[in-house]
């Protein structure tokens, strides 16, 4: 089945522990972006890769660092969580060119920093 | 710069009415137009999107939507809801080639019986 994954779902973590949440897609697609969702604000991207070892930062890119060393896998790593990162985030992944960026999404992680 | 507006954040309707969803975009290049839906405690699945071509496209679920270039509009229709299509619905923005992605900030559409 095409999918894209992410662990864990759900995440309660003390401010200033390093975590990864991770994110594979399985369906060969070159471009993968990271989203966090808040409440009345939609999704904001965070970074995005359009390729294995390319990556750029979307729209809300601090406190959060990303890589993409094999083209299924794109984690997201937060350094030093904050509790203004608590939210809902999701990754997704699409072909590029001429199929328009349509986009795969995951279940989503919902992290909680305290 | 791109962005998208979402005129309304909620719209209530009754089960079997007709609904239009709004959606105004900015950018300064060609952008292909993406509708999005979110169901309760799920990730987004595509609707519909428009790249070229025909200004009307048709999505899942009965839903369809008009491109508008003059007026940068993409707002979304169905002729008769469900209840099953209560979701919070997102209107998207990609620059072709570039990777940047810009989403609206959703509406809720809740159909009553």
């Known amino acids: 089945e095409a999918q894209v994954t992410q662990n864990p779902r759900y995440l309660i973590t003390v401010t200033g522990k390093k975590l990864t949440v991770t994110c594979s897609q399985n369906m060969n697609h070159e471009y993968m972006s990271w989203y966090r969702q808040d409440p009345g604000l939609g999704l904001r991207q965070i970074y995005y890769s359009m390729n294995v070892e390319v990556t750029d930062k979307g729209d809300v890119p601090e406190g959060y660092k990303v890589s993409r060393k094999e083209k299924r896998n794109f984690p997201l790593i937060l350094e030093s969580p904050s509790p203004n990162q608590t939210s809902l985030y999701f990754c997704?992944?699409?072909?590029?060119?001429?199929?328009?960026?349509?986009?795969?999404f995951g279940p989503g992680t919902r992290l909680t920093v305290t | 710069a791109q962005s998208v507006t979402q005129l309304d954040s909620q719209v209530p309707v009754f089960e079997e009415a007709p609904v239009e969803l709004r959606c105004n975009y900015s950018?300064?290049?060609?952008?292909?137009l993406f509708w999005y839906v979110q169901y309760p405690n799920q990730g987004l699945q595509l609707l519909l999107k428009y790249l070229s071509g025909s200004t009307l496209v048709k999505g899942i679920n009965g839903f369809e939507a008009e491109f508008n270039k003059s007026q940068t509009s993409f707002h979304l229709r169905k002729p008769s809801v469900h209840i099953s299509d209560t979701a919070e619905y997102f209107c998207a923005v990609s620059e072709p080639n570039a990777g940047k992605s810009t989403f609206g900030d959703g509406t809720t559409l809740t159909v009553k019986p």
């Open positions: 950018s300064s290049v060609s952008v292909y």
């Open positions: 997704a992944s699409s072909l590029v060119g001429t199929s328009g960026y349509e986009q795969y």
